[in-house]
């Protein structure tokens, strides 16, 4: 087949699904996932849960598709929707919002960071400052966007980065610094002296925050601080989440973007032309679960924490070092004293040997610095009790094999 040029090369050679020879190669999720189903192993790698979200929101989408809720919906997003995501961020955060100029439904939170970055970059000479390990998803839409990734490492086994680093990682020619808090894929939640240095940098060379918070309701110890509540921030700081994570319904992609109106509009450019709008009744549905009563998101937290220890209390038993996530799905630990040299070589001997899948921390960094995360893995922790009841026992049962 002959060679076929374009964008999409820097995209999948940011995302490090561009072999040497030119050819793709599938993600880690989607790999790790297929060994799963081939070996029967429980998949602890990709974060998804396997519980469907609350009743009255299941209730409220079938509603709206009974109701005839099923054409496109307004670019921006319904306005009972818009509405509702900025009663949100008052509610829990104090963020006064207006719906009509200052909220903007996306396609989940992956759409929304594509659209921001695309919409923000304005040429090769820009840069993206990220915390690294991180999404894999920030580096393919940053090479997309045409821009350098500048990555500032987190340390095991708190997962804080260094703020001299930090510091000298963001220059004049920052467009932006992109923050995921709480983290995936390291599970931590970033200390306040790191967000104060975040809005003290942007101010310093003038970029803009744009913040991945789609876990916020997955903090474990306290309530999650969003950056734009700082001083100084809201100004220059587009918030991004979505319904996924909070209501388990992943599959249902309805995320948003808040911030100045300017900014959010300048998003809303670039985001009409990528899927115009996602699926109307679901729309009505997230409006719904954004209302429900704090006993519910409280809950959510509390439970997710539950399960988090409990697979932490597996992962130490098999013999591994565990980092003690604080919130998030993730836990992430260190495999060197189970003999590990290479996390993904570890990753894909594991479900023969334990019988659980997990995902290398290296699929989450840039080539440069896979050696500093050589022997870490996440695991996922957003599955039923007796799933990580299960995958504890066998991971518990490597340890005396």
């Known amino acids: 087949m002959q060679h076929i040029s374009g964008a999409w090369q820097r995209t999948a050679r940011g995302a490090g699904l561009l072999s040497a020879d030119g050819t793709t190669v599938p993600t880690i999720f989607a790999e790790m996932s297929a060994l799963a189903a081939s070996t029967g192993a429980i998949n602890l790698g990709q974060g998804f849960p396997d519980e469907d979200g ?52 996306t396609v989940g939170a992956t759409e929304a960071l594509a659209s921001t970055l695309l919409a923000l970059i304005d040429g090769p000479t820009d840069e993206v400052v990220v915390f690294e390990p991180y999404y894999d998803s920030y580096a393919a839409c940053v090479a997309l966007a045409g821009a350098t990734l500048v990555p500032v490492p987190l340390r095991w086994p708190d997962f804080q980065p260094d703020l001299e680093q930090f510091a000298a990682a ?27 240095e975040v809005v003290r940098l942007a101010h310093q060379h003038d970029a803009i925050i744009v913040t991945d918070e789609v876990y916020e309701h997955l ?84 439970e997710m924490a ?54 290398p921390l290296t699929a989450f960094v840039t ?3 896979r050696d500093d995360y050589a022997t870490l893995v996440r695991f996922a922790a957003c599955k039923r009790v007796e799933v990580l009841e299960e995958a504890a026992e066998r991971l518990a049962g490597m340890s005396r094999a």
């Open 54 to 105: 609350p009743a009255p929101v299941l209730d409220a989408a079938r509603k709206a598709i009974a109701d005839g809720v099923n054409q496109y919906a307004p670019g921006r997003g319904f306005p009972d929707l818009l509405a509702a995501v900025a009663e949100h961020q008052k509610r829990f955060y104090g963020i006064k919002l207006d719906p009509a100029r200052e909220v903007l439904i």
């Open 170 to 196: 963001v220059t004049d020619r920052t467009r932006v610094i992109l923050v995921n808090d709480p983290h995936n894929p390291t599970g931590t939640v970033f200390s306040r002296e790191v967000l104060d």
């Open 219 to 302: 903090v474990f110890d306290g309530p999650h601080v969003p950056i734009a509540t700082l001083p100084g921030a809201a100004e220059r700081t587009l918030t991004i989440s979505s319904a996924g994570k909070t209501f388990s319904l992943t599959g249902w992609k309805t995320g948003w973007v808040t911030g100045p109106a300017d900014l959010v509009t300048a998003v809303l450019a670039v985001k009409q032309y990528l899927t115009y709008v996602g699926g109307s009744p679901f729309q009505p549905a997230i409006a719904t679960g954004l209302r429900l009563p704090d006993e519910f998101f409280a809950s959510v937290a509390s």
């Open 306 to 359: 539950a399960k988090a220890a409990l697979l932490g209390t597996g992962l130490r038993a098999a013999g591994f070092d565990v980092s003690t996530p604080a919130g998030s799905y993730f836990t992430v630990v260190d495999a060197a004293p189970l003999g590990a040299t290479d996390a993904d070589a570890f990753c894909r001997e594991l479900p023969a040997r334990a019988g659980v899948v997990g995902i």
């Open 367 to 369: 080539p440069a610095h």
